[in-house]
T-cell receptor, first 119, second 111 residues
Framework: GAVVSQHPSWVICKSGTSVKIECRSL??????MFWYRQFPKQSLMLMAT?????????EQGVEKDKFLINHASLTLSTLTVTSAHPEDSSFYIC???????????????FGPGTRLTVL | DAKTTQPTSMDCAEGRAANLPCNHS???????VYWYRQIHSQGPQYIIH???NNETNEMASLIITEDRKSSTLILPHATLRDTAVYYC????????????FGKGTHLIIQP
């Protein structure tokens, strides 16, 4: 399967600061990337969908001005949590699907996740 | 996407086959059954998917009933590393939407 990486794997920041999380597709071109959030003992919740070169589409209840998403290339999407607060502490996971050569992936491949702790 | 129902948790002895059921009685004709799993503190991992025929890969087998209203994921020889939450998701293949995760089944492999 295709490989998706995330950086950093964990981050601790002070309340009010901004944090950027990177999601990269390593061996395929990700035409679409997704960002999920997972609170302890809960399932993954979709936050937003991003297509390369266009604005992200956010799920209901997700503040687009707080969670800035940029998908500037076919291999990189970034999620910036602006003015982070303790309630933003969560496990953030990206996923992607796309193409590699002539092969089109119909399944989504997930990154390893980023654990954000806001003090 | 159609809704799925899975047991909350299951136990299986190491070395035995783990059979994880999923009900999806409202599945549409163009929807596939996908299985993912999430090991603690990691991102979900794709396992297998199918439409109506049984499927097998290096990780697992997927058995879909003839009426497509339910399916079973089979891990033929479970190991301790297979302990994870397993998610059954029904969706149109190649759909551009994100995945809707239910609560999944917490599979615990016992030594």
């Amino acid at each position: 399967g295709a490989v998706v990486s995330q950086h950093p794997s964990w981050v601790i920041c002070k309340s009010g600061t901004s944090v950027k999380i990177e999601c990269r597709s390593l061996d395929f071109q990700a035409t679409t990337m997704f960002w999920y959030r997972q609170f302890p003992k809960q399932s993954l919740m979709l936050m937003a969908t991003s297509n390369e070169g266009s604005k992200a589409t956010y799920e209901q209840g997700v503040e687009k001005d707080k969670f800035l998403i940029n998908h500037a290339s076919l291999t990189l999407s970034t999620l910036t949590v602006t003015s982070a607060h303790p309630e933003d502490s969560s496990f953030y996971i990206c996923s992607a699907f796309g193409t590699s050569g002539i092969r089109t992936y119909n399944e989504q491949f997930f990154g390893p996740g980023t654990r954000l702790t806001v003090l | 996407d159609a809704k799925t129902t899975q047991p909350t948790s299951m136990d299986c002895a190491e070395g035995r086959a783990a059979n994880l059921p999923c009900n999806h009685s409202t599945i549409s004709g163009n929807e596939y059954v996908y299985w993912y799993r999430q090991i603690h503190s990691q991102g979900p991992q794709y396992i297998i998917h199918g439409l109506k025929n049984n499927e097998t890969n290096e990780m697992a087998s997927l058995i879909i009933t003839e009426d497509r209203k339910s399916s079973t994921l089979i891990l033929p020889h479970a190991t301790l590393r297979d302990t994870a939450v397993y998610y059954c998701i029904v969706r149109v293949r190649g759909g551009a939407d994100g995945l809707t995760f239910g609560k999944g089944t917490h599979l615990i492999i016992q030594p």
